[in-house]
């Protein structure tokens, strides 16, 4: 079987899904996708395994990008998205021939912009996707609204490297005492909240005599405030391979984002066993964050909030930290790379049989 993916910037993680599809006997994979820049600077040699891929600097060649997928003729195409013209040709092209998903993390909050694309959706949605695939329940309420049936919209399309992660885990049970620290993953900019992060820090170093460090994996436009905060240390942007070992020396993520779809981050922190500090804006907290349970979920405008959290959680004994760490990674498991590609995989498989039988069979 033949899956396309048609993507916008590939990821580490997005890397751990495609590994386990071709894990698959007789299965192939093609991808296409932008290069990676200065923001978000992943190693290239990362997705070097990827027999067939074409990336790109700006944006696809539309006559290149038909002619390599007409010779690899894909049973599946995954989409990033419909805001790629270039992408929705192919799908024009593909109707038929292929089973075609729309993946999507947005969540639907009513904006003008979201009830735009609802009312666009018969001509940019429907006619050009079988289905939708995406993380959790927020995303699948926007795309129920975009008239996918229930039966048409696939969930777990955002999971963390799982095995690398639970490796973590595994190694944390073994150890005597568990490390005594927060962290943080992201990008160093307002939509990840980094101004609640650190003046809820702060004042939560101001109550208590013996406060935690606070590590931060990454980069951005804020780097500089960062790095003036007292008790944070700075690790710089971090390649996927390293980010165990950066959760590894933590026992919290502390993630109060503004702005933040889903954040595979957090699934990531819980797959290593750790708590979370999380904002009410994170899709994953739905599924992977029980508020007094494996940790605590924060108004992203609130730093006395955030600062009451990490006050209670840098409380806890040590029995206490280790049943968190067992009920995080208890909840990783809803969502694996296994568990991705194992949907696409039947869901194709059962689509090709349908078209057998109608001839033209349509999951809407």
């Known amino acids: 079987m033949r899956l396309a993916l048609l993507w916008s910037q590939f990821s580490g993680y997005m890397n751990a899904s495609c590994a386990e599809w071709a894990s698959i006997p007789g299965t192939k994979l093609f991808v296409a996708h932008r290069e ?4 978000v600077p992943f190693d290239p040699a990362l997705f070097s395994w990827i027999d067939y891929q074409l990336p790109y600097s700006d944006k696809p060649n539309y006559h290149q990008l038909c ?31 292929a089973l075609r998903v729309l993946c999507m993390d947005n969540q639907w909050h009513g904006t003008s912009k979201q009830w735009l694309g609802v009312a666009s959706a018969p001509v940019y949605v429907q006619r050009l996707y079988d289905a939708a695939y995406v993380p959790g329940d927020r995303q ?7 008239s996918f049936k229930d039966t ?89 391979q390293d980010l165990p070992e950066v959760l ?3 026992s919290c993520l502390v ?51 955030l600062a009451h959290a990490m006050a209670e959680f840098s409380a806890l004994n040590e029995d206490d930290l280790r049943t968190i760490s ?26 090709k049989d349908s078209s057998r039988i109608s001839n033209g069979f349509s999951l809407r």
């Open 152 to 240: 048409a919209i696939w969930r777990g399309l955002l999971t963390c490297n799982h095995s690398d992660f639970a490796a973590v885990y595994h190694s944390r049970e073994g150890i005597q005492k568990l490390p005594r620290a927060f962290v943080f993953v992201g990008r160093f900019a307002g939509e990840k909240g980094i101004e609640t992060l650190l003046s809820g820090y702060s004042l939560y170093r101001e109550s208590t005599d013996a406060p935690w460090p606070l590590f931060l994996a990454g980069s951005g436009p804020l780097d500089h405030e960062v790095r003036q905060t007292k008790g944070c240390t700075v690790l710089g942007f971090k390649q996927p």
């Open 326 to 351: 067992r009920h995080s990674f208890a909840m990783s498991q809803q969502f694996t790379p296994h568990r991705w590609a194992k949907t696409i995989y039947e869901n194709t498989v059962g689509w």
């Open 67 to 97: 002619a390599s997928l007409d010779q690899f003729q894909p049973d599946v195409l995954l989409v990033s998205s419909w805001h790629i013209k270039e992408y929705r040709r192919i799908l024009r092209r593909f109707r038929q021939r």
């Open 36 to 39: 990676a820049d200065n923001a």
């Open 255 to 305: 993630l109060p984002s503004r702005k933040e779809p889903w954040a595979v981050a957090i699934h990531e922190a819980v797959t290593a066993g750790l708590g979370v500090i999380c904002s009410s804006r994170c899709g994953a907290g739905d599924h992977l964050v029980e508020h007094g349970t494996n940790g605590f979920i924060i108004d992203p405008e609130n730093p006395n909030a």
């Open 248 to 250: 590894g020396a933590a």
């Open 140 to 146: 699948a309420d926007f795309a129920s609204r975009l």
